[in-house]
C-alpha cells in the first residue's frame, strides 16, 4: 500500500488484509458491516472473498449491488455459481504461464540479463453483483 498512501492517508483505514479464503471475505464484510457507513462497493483480491462477502450482507439483509456492489477476480466458477453472480475480473491465465516459463528460460539461458517483466491484458467481466450491469439493465427496453 505504499504506493497509494501518498494519494490518499486514510486508505488503510478502508483496506482489509487476510488471507484468500471464503471465511476472510465473510469476516472482513462483518468489520465493514460494522463500521457504517457503508461504502459504495467492495472490491476483494478474488472470487472467493467476494461470495463470502456476499454470504455476510446477505445475513444482514444490505442488498447487492442496490446498497453495496461487489466484485471478485480471478472469474472461477463461483463468480458464476454466486446469487448474485460476481462482476469479476478475468486474467489470461494461459498467457501468463507461458510468459513466465519464457522468461525463466531466458534466465537460466542469460543469467546475467536484467529481470523482464511483461504487461498482459485482463478483461472485466460485468455481472449482476456490480452497479454498473444494474444500471444498464435499467437502461436497456
Known amino acids: 500500500m505504499r504506493g497509494v498512501r501518498p494519494l490518499d492517508p486514510t486508505v488503510e483505514d478502508r483496506v482489509y488484509m487476510g488471507d484468500f479464503s471464503l471465511n476472510w ?71 501468463i504461464g507461458m510468459q513466465a516459463v519464457t522468461m525463466l528460460r531466458s534466465a537460466i539461458a542469460n543469467p546475467r540479463l536484467p529481470p523482464r517483466s511483461a504487461v498482459l491484458d485482463a478483461t472485466l467481466i460485468v455481472r449482476e453483483s456490480s452497479k454498473r450491469e444494474r444500471a444498464r439493465q435499467a437502461a436497456e427496453p
Open 25 to 95: 471475505g465473510h469476516e472482513a464484510a462483518q468489520r465493514i458491516i460494522a463500521k457504517r457507513p457503508l461504502p459504495d462497493v467492495i472490491a476483494c483480491a478474488n472470487d472467493l472473498i467476494a461470495v463470502g462477502a456476499v454470504q455476510a450482507l446477505r445475513e444482514h439483509h444490505i442488498k447487492i449491488p442496490q446498497e453495496v456492489a461487489v466484485t471478485g477476480f480471478d472469474d472461477t466458477i463461483l463468480a458464476v455459481a454466486s446469487q448474485p453472480r460476481l462482476t469479476t475480473v478475468r486474467q489470461p491465465v494461459e498467457d
